[in-house]
Protein backbone atom coordinates (compact mmCIF):
# COMPACT_ATOMS: atom_id res chain seq x y z
CA UNK A 1 0.00 0.00 0.00
CA UNK A 2 0.96 3.69 -0.32
CA UNK A 3 2.15 5.33 2.88
CA UNK A 4 3.84 8.10 3.31
CA UNK A 5 5.67 8.84 6.73
CA UNK A 6 7.09 11.62 8.42
CA UNK A 7 9.36 12.67 11.92
CA UNK A 8 9.49 13.76 14.92
CA UNK A 9 5.79 14.68 15.63
CA UNK A 10 6.98 17.46 17.60
CA UNK A 11 10.23 19.16 18.04
CA UNK A 12 11.46 21.84 20.18
CA UNK A 13 15.16 23.49 18.99
CA UNK A 14 17.19 26.53 20.62
CA UNK A 15 18.31 29.46 18.21
CA UNK A 16 21.35 28.56 16.21
CA UNK A 17 21.09 24.73 16.31
CA UNK A 18 20.45 22.60 13.45
CA UNK A 19 17.60 20.98 11.90
CA UNK A 20 16.41 18.03 9.72
CA UNK A 21 13.25 16.26 9.15
CA UNK A 22 12.19 13.15 7.25
CA UNK A 23 9.81 12.24 4.69
CA UNK A 24 9.55 9.26 3.21
CA UNK A 25 6.86 7.39 0.93
CA UNK A 26 6.25 3.84 0.05
CA UNK A 27 4.35 1.88 -2.29
CA UNK A 28 5.95 4.03 -4.99
CA UNK A 29 8.36 5.34 -7.44
CA UNK A 30 9.54 8.15 -8.95
CA UNK A 31 6.75 10.69 -6.47
CA UNK A 32 6.64 14.45 -6.75
CA UNK A 33 7.41 15.37 -3.03
CA UNK A 34 6.83 18.69 -1.35
CA UNK A 35 7.78 20.58 1.74
CA UNK A 36 4.92 23.11 3.31
CA UNK A 37 5.45 24.97 5.82
CA UNK A 38 1.92 26.07 8.12
CA UNK A 39 2.48 29.19 10.30
CA UNK A 40 -0.08 30.01 13.09
CA UNK A 41 -3.17 31.43 11.65
CA UNK A 42 -3.95 28.57 9.07
CA UNK A 43 -2.23 29.46 5.29
CA UNK A 44 0.25 26.54 3.94
CA UNK A 45 3.52 28.11 2.26
CA UNK A 46 4.75 25.62 -0.32
CA UNK A 47 8.94 25.68 0.85
CA UNK A 48 10.07 22.92 -2.02
CA UNK A 49 9.36 20.42 -4.31
CA UNK A 50 11.59 17.94 -5.93
CA UNK A 51 10.51 15.69 -8.93
CA UNK A 52 13.32 13.29 -8.74
CA UNK A 53 16.30 12.37 -6.97
CA UNK A 54 18.97 15.36 -6.40
CA UNK A 55 16.54 17.86 -7.98
CA UNK A 56 15.33 20.50 -5.74
CA UNK A 57 13.23 23.31 -6.52
CA UNK A 58 12.83 26.34 -3.59
CA UNK A 59 9.68 29.02 -4.15
CA UNK A 60 10.51 31.07 -1.18
CA UNK A 61 13.99 32.08 -0.39
CA UNK A 62 14.91 31.21 3.66
CA UNK A 63 17.09 29.79 6.02
CA UNK A 64 15.81 26.19 4.67
CA UNK A 65 17.80 23.71 2.75
CA UNK A 66 15.89 20.65 1.13
CA UNK A 67 17.48 17.42 -0.22
CA UNK A 68 16.44 14.35 -1.73
CA UNK A 69 19.56 11.52 -1.60
CA UNK A 70 16.79 8.84 -2.30
CA UNK A 71 13.89 8.36 -4.49
CA UNK A 72 11.39 7.98 -1.72
CA UNK A 73 13.24 10.53 0.84
CA UNK A 74 12.97 13.99 1.71
CA UNK A 75 14.61 15.68 3.76
CA UNK A 76 13.83 19.42 5.25
CA UNK A 77 17.24 20.79 6.88
CA UNK A 78 18.60 24.18 8.58
CA UNK A 79 22.50 24.77 9.59
CA UNK A 80 21.16 27.07 11.99
CA UNK A 81 17.41 27.86 13.18
CA UNK A 82 15.81 31.26 13.98
CA UNK A 83 13.05 31.97 15.60
CA UNK A 84 10.53 32.73 12.78
CA UNK A 85 10.99 28.90 11.28
CA UNK A 86 8.50 27.53 14.42
CA UNK A 87 6.03 26.53 12.93
CA UNK A 88 4.05 23.11 11.17
CA UNK A 89 5.64 21.52 8.58
CA UNK A 90 4.24 19.26 6.20
CA UNK A 91 5.87 16.91 3.54
CA UNK A 92 3.23 15.74 0.74
CA UNK A 93 3.48 13.31 -2.39
CA UNK A 94 1.40 13.43 -5.48
CA UNK A 95 -0.63 10.68 -6.23
CA UNK A 96 -2.78 9.69 -9.42
CA UNK A 97 -2.23 10.24 -13.09
CA UNK A 98 -0.84 14.14 -14.64
CA UNK A 99 -4.65 14.43 -15.37
CA UNK A 100 -6.38 13.36 -12.73
CA UNK A 101 -4.47 13.90 -8.85
CA UNK A 102 -4.16 14.36 -5.61
CA UNK A 103 -2.52 14.57 -2.59
CA UNK A 104 -1.18 12.51 0.04
CA UNK A 105 0.12 14.45 3.17
CA UNK A 106 2.40 13.38 6.02
CA UNK A 107 1.52 14.18 9.92
CA UNK A 108 3.59 16.56 10.38
CA UNK A 109 6.45 18.22 12.39
CA UNK A 110 5.95 20.64 14.82
CA UNK A 111 8.59 22.55 15.36
CA UNK A 112 9.20 25.46 17.94
CA UNK A 113 12.54 27.39 17.77
CA UNK A 114 13.26 28.72 21.51
CA UNK B 1 0.50 35.27 -9.03
CA UNK B 2 -2.35 33.40 -8.30
CA UNK B 3 -4.46 34.03 -5.69
CA UNK B 4 -7.24 32.18 -3.69
CA UNK B 5 -9.68 33.55 -1.64
CA UNK B 6 -11.66 31.65 0.87
CA UNK B 7 -15.50 32.51 2.86
CA UNK B 8 -16.50 32.74 5.28
CA UNK B 9 -12.62 32.39 8.05
CA UNK B 10 -15.11 31.06 10.35
CA UNK B 11 -17.99 28.71 10.52
CA UNK B 12 -20.04 27.81 13.39
CA UNK B 13 -23.14 25.21 12.93
CA UNK B 14 -25.06 22.92 15.10
CA UNK B 15 -25.35 19.07 15.09
CA UNK B 16 -26.92 18.88 11.79
CA UNK B 17 -27.05 21.83 9.66
CA UNK B 18 -25.93 22.04 6.09
CA UNK B 19 -23.70 24.02 4.91
CA UNK B 20 -21.89 26.00 2.17
CA UNK B 21 -18.02 26.75 1.98
CA UNK B 22 -16.70 28.77 -1.03
CA UNK B 23 -12.92 29.28 -2.67
CA UNK B 24 -12.40 31.98 -5.67
CA UNK B 25 -9.71 32.39 -7.41
CA UNK B 26 -8.08 35.03 -9.71
CA UNK B 27 -7.14 32.86 -13.20
CA UNK B 28 -8.06 30.10 -15.06
CA UNK B 29 -6.87 27.05 -13.55
CA UNK B 30 -7.06 23.35 -14.74
CA UNK B 31 -6.89 21.83 -11.13
CA UNK B 32 -8.59 22.37 -7.84
CA UNK B 33 -8.47 20.05 -4.28
CA UNK B 34 -10.18 20.33 -1.41
CA UNK B 35 -8.87 19.27 1.53
CA UNK B 36 -9.86 18.94 5.53
CA UNK B 37 -7.54 19.57 8.33
CA UNK B 38 -8.69 17.85 11.07
CA UNK B 39 -7.57 19.60 14.72
CA UNK B 40 -4.52 17.19 15.37
CA UNK B 41 -3.41 19.18 12.15
CA UNK B 42 -3.41 16.18 9.21
CA UNK B 43 -4.45 17.29 6.05
CA UNK B 44 -6.76 14.93 3.99
CA UNK B 45 -7.64 15.49 0.38
CA UNK B 46 -10.97 15.17 -0.49
CA UNK B 47 -11.28 16.43 -4.06
CA UNK B 48 -9.55 17.07 -7.46
CA UNK B 49 -12.39 19.14 -9.26
CA UNK B 50 -11.07 20.89 -12.07
CA UNK B 51 -14.80 21.25 -13.16
CA UNK B 52 -18.12 19.94 -12.41
CA UNK B 53 -19.57 18.27 -9.34
CA UNK B 54 -18.56 14.90 -7.40
CA UNK B 55 -20.14 14.03 -4.01
CA UNK B 56 -18.48 11.43 -1.40
CA UNK B 57 -21.09 10.49 1.35
CA UNK B 58 -22.18 13.86 2.76
CA UNK B 59 -19.33 15.95 1.12
CA UNK B 60 -20.23 17.56 -2.57
CA UNK B 61 -17.85 19.87 -4.91
CA UNK B 62 -18.81 22.03 -7.38
CA UNK B 63 -16.63 24.03 -9.17
CA UNK B 64 -17.62 26.17 -12.47
CA UNK B 65 -14.12 26.80 -13.75
CA UNK B 66 -15.54 29.58 -16.48
CA UNK B 67 -16.70 32.01 -13.52
CA UNK B 68 -13.20 31.18 -11.13
CA UNK B 69 -14.98 29.79 -8.40
CA UNK B 70 -16.13 26.35 -6.56
CA UNK B 71 -18.67 25.44 -3.52
CA UNK B 72 -18.05 23.08 -0.83
CA UNK B 73 -21.51 21.72 0.73
CA UNK B 74 -21.64 20.12 4.06
CA UNK B 75 -24.98 18.62 4.32
CA UNK B 76 -26.30 17.11 8.19
CA UNK B 77 -23.03 17.98 9.59
CA UNK B 78 -21.07 15.94 12.42
CA UNK B 79 -18.35 16.83 15.34
CA UNK B 80 -15.98 15.22 12.85
CA UNK B 81 -16.28 17.34 10.65
CA UNK B 82 -14.94 20.18 12.73
CA UNK B 83 -11.55 21.18 11.50
CA UNK B 84 -9.99 23.89 8.57
CA UNK B 85 -11.40 23.66 5.37
CA UNK B 86 -8.90 24.66 2.18
CA UNK B 87 -8.95 24.99 -1.61
CA UNK B 88 -6.17 25.04 -3.38
CA UNK B 89 -5.04 25.58 -7.17
CA UNK B 90 -1.93 24.84 -8.79
CA UNK B 91 0.65 27.65 -9.41
CA UNK B 92 2.03 28.57 -12.86
CA UNK B 93 -0.23 25.90 -15.07
CA UNK B 94 0.79 23.40 -12.38
CA UNK B 95 3.07 20.83 -14.25
CA UNK B 96 5.43 20.52 -11.25
CA UNK B 97 1.99 19.99 -8.96
CA UNK B 98 2.72 23.19 -6.52
CA UNK B 99 -0.39 24.69 -4.74
CA UNK B 100 -1.11 27.73 -3.61
CA UNK B 101 -3.36 27.13 -0.55
CA UNK B 102 -5.98 29.69 0.06
CA UNK B 103 -6.28 30.67 4.10
CA UNK B 104 -9.04 27.86 5.31
CA UNK B 105 -12.83 28.37 6.31
CA UNK B 106 -12.44 27.33 9.74
CA UNK B 107 -15.49 25.00 11.02
CA UNK B 108 -16.71 24.35 14.38
CA UNK B 109 -19.60 21.65 14.31
CA UNK B 110 -21.24 21.64 17.94
CA UNK B 111 -23.33 18.93 19.30
Known amino acids: SQTIHQWPATLVQPVGSPLSLECTVEGTSNPNLYWYRQAAGRGLQLLFY??????ISSEVPQNLSASRPQDRQFILSSKKLLLSDSGFYLC?????????????FGSGTRLTVV | GIQVEQSPPDLILQEGANSTLRCNFSDSVNNLQWFHQNPWGQLINLFY???GTKQNGRLSATTVATERYSLLYISSSQTTDSGVYFC?????????????FGKGTKLSVKP
Open chain 1, 50 to 55: SVGIGQ
Open chain 1, 92 to 104: AWRTGTITNYGYT
Open chain 2, 88 to 100: AVPKDGGSQGNLI
Open chain 2, 49 to 51: IPS
